[in-house]
């Protein structure tokens, strides 16, 4: 079984910074990518940066500049620090692995995190 597991939310004001962690566990072959998605009240979920497992990066346009997303395949953990926070960057915010392949040659699934609350206050 895997597991998915977010930390490091909570309550900062604007200008600020926070450093979530997500770390994935269990027993599985590999994992492609990895990614951090956001869920403000009354909003869709909406993906803020994903990183492959050869380290290609991509950001949502409203965070370029102020987030950098890191991963450590060998330790199945992924990081997002985030500068310069703004009360637009509230939300509940969630870890997904892409492509989880149990065994050799098996079909991969996705895997969420239950997520971690990011506040920023003005």
């Known amino acids: 079984q895997v597991q998915v597991v977010e930390s490091g939310g909570g309550l900062v004001q604007a200008g600020g910074s926070l450093r979530l962690s997500c770390v994935a566990s269990?027993?599985?072959?590999?994992?492609?990518?990895m990614g951090w998605y956001r869920q403000a009240p009354g909003k869709q979920r909406e993906l803020v940066a994903d990183?492959?497992?050869?380290?290609?990066?991509n950001y949502a346009d409203s965070v370029k500049g102020r987030f950098t997303i890191s991963r450590d395949n060998a330790k199945n953990t992924m990081n997002l620090q985030m500068n310069s926070l703004k009360p637009e960057d509230t939300a509940v915010y969630y870890c997904?692995?892409?492509?989880?392949?149990?065994?050799?040659?098996?079909?991969?699934?996705?895997?969420w995190g239950e997520g971690t609350q990011v506040t920023v206050s003005s």
């Open positions: 997904k692995a892409d492509t989880v392949v149990i065994l050799p040659g098996a079909m991969g699934f996705d895997y």
């Open positions: 269990g027993i599985f072959f590999s994992i492609n990518g």
């Open positions: 990183i492959t497992n050869g380290g290609t990066t």
